[in-house]
């Protein structure tokens, strides 16, 4: 709010807003309203498999901004929104550990429960960052295509990460 200098009393108090006096002699009043237009959360996708292809375009369908890659080329980094890795085998290890570590919101593996567990096992980390690793990746609702499969994935990210993105009302739940 921009008000004249001369306004009289004390201006309401609201969350978010901010009120300048201005010294124009018009003596008129303006208030401007921001939307704020935050930059999408990025989807690292690991792998270049079938639901690794499906994982990355429902991703960007929904806002994601989506990384893709082979696990060998790949570095999770912290400012990622989920790192999800469908590289069927390759390189898992290290690419789970360092975006857990980097404290990445959501980290998932497309696995099944078996060998998620094994992998989860094998992991040179504390209980508590080994917990964190969705395995096998997705909400269970039946999935088998790979447009299902990224469908139950992407719908878990969104459970465990919009709130802390903080996209606005219209993202939660």
Known sequence: ??????????????????????PCLSGGALEIFLKPHLPAGT???????????????????????VEQGPAEST?????????????????????????????????????????GDAVKQSLDLDDELRDRLHTPAGLEIGAETPEEIALSIVAEVGENVTLKLDWGPRYRR
């Open 1 to 22: 709010r921009i008000l004249p200098s001369g306004a009289e009393g004390e201006p309401a108090v609201e969350d978010g807003a901010v009120t300048v006096k201005n």
């Open 43 to 65: 989807l690292r996708v690991v792998g270049t498999t079938p639901i690794a292809r499906a994982l990355a375009d429902l991703g960007r369908r929904v806002g994601y901004a």
């Open 75 to 115: 570095e999770p980094r912290a400012g990622d929104a989920a790192v999800l890795v469908a590289s069927h085998g390759r390189d898992e290890e290290r690419i789970l550990t360092l975006a857990l570590r980097d404290e990445v919101p959501y980290v998932g593996l497309v696995a099944s429960e078996k060998r």
